[in-house]
């Protein structure tokens, strides 16, 4: 509960108003009760006051009219400012999260936790706070003024009370569990949901992927029975709800009218007693059932608590390594890599003491094996991932000189397989630099051999790629991303296998583009295809996690290692 209530930081008012509701409530029923006794027993006494009775009664319901009005106004104000936060909130502490944490999670789970279950949390505070606190409220104001108007049926009224809500707190403590299990089923639905529209093509095309929508049938089936049983409970709980607000209701009228005619209270006290009973009825009726409700939104804060409870990622360590490591690479180096290791697991090391360095304004290349280690480089090198031992540096300055904006604003990235926001062909340029004028992203993309096929389109640079997109051909995309790294116009260039998903003539206006990238740049190239880095200023060949051969083309060729056989089996279409 304590973390539950810890998402709603800074809402004083927001609780002020869930309590002073209820209270104008309490002060309605018990104006409205006295009213009724005093009528009664005016009426039994011949009294001739009621007409400034009645106006003071109308004068208080106005009030407390308009009081509720603003007060409910002030509330729904200070729920969409809390909702507003708690996105916020969720959201900048998602994306703080390492690499380690989107790799050991499905994308559809974080989606279900960042809109659906934060977005339910709002109904928790426009509606299940309402639902526990109100009858709370009234409910226990109301016994203190039946037990203040006549003691003996108002502790007959508690008796009851007490033993419908224990009942109703022993029937309710596994609805959490019930509703932590329904949430998991829905993101186990969701994430296949996902899994099937983004593979929709290979679903249609082999049967074998059909079973993914057998998974989501059994799920959605699990979904739906745990739902049903949590729904049964429920009615259990609003079933002894009911019965017990009857039988007080007929235990008052029973009681107090023999009590009235035996001449133990009046006749008014009991029909403001009957009033009151409503309240406590109320309580009775929902204390229950609320709290049900109010365990499920315990169990969606849970869910939302397993994003903010992740360690973000932490500033970069000064050094992994040895002081004097440091003082090993040129101060002018643009790319300083020296005695790095690093383990996705803690236990398997990818990287293994890599010595890596490239001058200001140079190429260098990684050529391997798949699984040698070169892509884990380009992570390190982008602070997606912290080394555990060695430095790296860049531009002569270490990692833990940067911040992470810093680091990434002096590096532009070409990845594999770029990706593409289903926006225009522009933004989606832009996106590289957001203050780049028009005339800059037409530069870009000139630059980047992308302007002639942009044009082609009907819409131009407004041309809606589609999600991912979907729409280009894989050249096209690569093009755009091309464009994307011109308009950053960063010092340092990453280029990871950005062509090696080609066929040979998108290959080539890729290539160019990349060429004309590279001018005046450091650039650091991962690829397959060696034909791309032939012209590289120095190539580094790393297996299994170490930099076994190092050197230009010609001299790595004439020593018959690793790379030459590399070239020899690329040469040969292997």
């Not at 236990?347 to 699984?371: P, W």
């Not at 076994?548 to 790379?563: A, D, F, K, S, V």
């Amino acid at each position: 509960m304590k973390k539950y209530l810890s998402l709603f930081e800074k809402s004083g008012i927001y609780w002020l108003c869930m309590f002073l509701m209820p209270g104008l409530e309490v002060i309605a029923g018990t104006v409205n009760a006295l009213f009724y006794r005093n009528i009664i027993n005016a009426v039994t006494a011949s009294d001739r006051k009621l007409f400034s009775a009645a106006i003071w009664l109308a004068a208080i319901v106005l009030a407390l009219n308009i009081g509720r009005r603003l007060t409910a106004f002030t509330c729904m104000y200070q729920i969409r400012q809390i909702m507003k936060r708690l996105r916020l909130r969720v959201m900048i502490h998602l994306f703080s999260l390492p690499m380690s944490y989107f790799e050991e999670h499905h994308t559809a789970d974080s989606i279900q936790k960042l809109c659906f279950n934060v977005e339910d949390i709002k109904n928790s505070l426009a509606n299940t706070h309402h639902r526990i606190i109100d009858p709370v409220i009234m409910g226990g104001a109301a016994i203190i003024i039946i037990l203040s108007l006549d003691m003996r049926i108002g502790l007959m009224v508690l008796a009851l009370s007490a033993v419908s809500v224990r009942i109703n707190m022993i029937l309710v403590k596994p609805l959490r569990g019930m509703a932590v299990k329904i949430q998991k089923l829905l993101a186990s639905c969701t994430e296949s949901l996902t899994d099937i529209l983004a593979g929709i093509d290979i679903i249609k095309m082999f049967p074998g992927a059909r079973g993914m929508v057998g998974k989501y049938s059994e799920e959605n089936a699990q979904m739906a029975a745990h739902t049903m049983k949590r729904f049964r409970r429920l009615a259990d709980v609003q079933a002894v709800e009911w019965v017990f607000g009857f039988l007080c209701n007929v235990a008052i009228l029973i009681i107090g009218i023999f009590m009235a005619s035996a001449g133990l209270t009046d006749f008014g006290t009991v029909v403001a007693i009957l009033s009151l009973q409503g309240m406590v009825a109320f309580f009775l009726g929902n204390v229950g059932s609320a709290w049900g409700c109010l365990m499920d939104s315990f169990a969606l804060a849970d869910r939302v608590f397993e994003i903010l409870d992740q360690p973000i990622l932490p500033r970069l360590p000064e050094s992994g390594g040895k002081k004097e490591d440091k003082l090993s690479l040129p101060k002018d180096c643009g790319i300083g890599i020296k005695d790095v290791a690093f383990s996705y697991d803690g236990r398997e090391k990818v990287l293994d003491g890599v010595d890596i360095t490239v001058e200001r304004g140079k190429t260098a290349a990684l050529v391997g094996e798949s699984g040698g280690g070169k892509s884990t480089v380009v992570k390190l090198l982008l602070g997606l991932y912290q080394p555990s031992g060695g430095t790296i540096q860049v531009l002569g300055k270490p990692l833990h000189a940067y911040t992470p904006d810093e680091l990434r604003g002096n590096i532009a990235y070409v990845p594999q397989d770029a990706y593409l926001f289903a926006t225009s062909i522009r933004e989606n340029i832009r996106y590289g630099r957001l203050g780049a004028s028009d005339d800059e992203v037409v530069e870009a993309a000139r630059r980047a051999y992308a302007h002639e096929f942009i044009m082609s389109f009907p819409d131009g640079y407004d041309t809606l790629v589609g999600e991912r997109g979907e729409s280009l051909s894989g050249g096209q995309r690569q093009r755009i991303a091309i464009a994307r790294a011109f308009i950053r116009n960063a010092p340092i260039l990453l280029l990871d296998e950005a062509t090696s998903a080609l066929d040979s003539e998108s290959e080539q206006l890729v290539q160019r583009g990349i060429e004309a990238l590279m001018g005046g740049r450091t650039t650091l190239v991962v690829a397959h295809r060696l034909s791309t880095i032939e012209k590289a200023d120095i190539i580094y060949v790393i297996e299994g996690g170490k930099v076994r051969e190092q050197g230009e083309h010609t001299g790595l060729m004439g020593q018959h290692g690793i790379y030459r056989k590399l070239v020899e089996l690329s040469n040969r279409g292997v």
